[in-house]
């Protein structure tokens, strides 16, 4: 019974094409984020949605487009594709404010590569 | 500009022993601080937290110290288990604002 779950665990590309990646959480969060794991293994915020609305919009190209069709989904499209994108690509949730916020449940990532 | 460094990138322990790992921030704005642990091909996983209001909280064999002066944390792990063995990441917070990690600490629990 995953709590946040992220399709597809493992995506292959070539560049220039446009891919998607899909999250959904059933912890009832109203916050969803996406992170980016580089090859330097650092774990960087991309962007946060709260309540199907963009809050946190890091400094990311705008080939990088976040979607939330409803709190418990955040998807990340990504068109024209480059090998500096390849990572591994996390969702995340949380309650925004109140008992356990800044607690932060991630998906198990998405490993992008780049070809 | 790292806001969040773990200078130790790996780290072995022996089995029964205690695990140390260390966090060093730069922030003085952050106020929440957090412990994850990452098996490989997972997500991170919380571990432990501690508001600056505290120096020292504990839950089970893990216990988190934060010393504001010295802008450092440490976490503890006692007795140490081969299911320790794992990426652990500091993580650290402003006022609700975004979570910064560090590059993590892999530890090595040995038997």
């Known amino acids: 019974d995953t709590a946040v779950s992220q399709t597809p665990k493992y995506l292959v590309t070539q560049m220039g094409n446009d891919k998607s990646i899909k999250c959904e959480q059933n912890?009832?969060?109203?916050?969803m984020y996406w992170y980016k794991q580089d090859s330097k293994k650092f774990l960087k915020i991309m962007f946060s949605?709260?309540?199907?609305?963009?809050?946190i919009n890091e400094t990311v190209p705008n080939r990088f487009s976040p979607k939330s069709p409803d709190k418990a989904h955040l998807n990340l499209h990504i068109n024209s594709l480059e090998l500096g994108d390849s990572a591994v690509y996390f969702c995340a949730s949380s309650h925004r404010s109140g008992m356990g916020k800044n607690i932060q449940y991630f998906g198990a990532g998405t490993r992008l590569s780049v070809l | 500009d790292q806001q969040v460094k773990q200078n130790s990138p790996s780290l072995s322990v022996q089995e029964g022993r205690i695990s140390i790992l260390n966090c060093d921030y730069t922030n003085s704005m952050f106020d929440y601080f957090l412990w994850y642990k990452k098996y490989p091909a997972e997500g991170p996983t919380f571990l432990i937290s501690i508001s600056s209001i505290k120096d020292k909280n504990e839950d089970g064999r893990f216990t988190v110290f934060l010393n504001k002066s010295a802008k450092h944390l440490s976490l503890h792990i006692v007795p140490s288990q081969p299911g320790d063995s794992a990426v652990y990441f500091c993580?650290?917070?402003?006022?609700?604002?975004?979570?910064?990690f560090g590059k993590g600490t892999r530890l090595h629990i040995l038997p």
């Open positions: 949605y709260n309540n199907k609305e963009l809050i």
């Open positions: 993580a650290a917070s402003a006022r609700n604002d975004k979570i910064i």
């Open positions: 912890l009832g969060h109203d916050t």
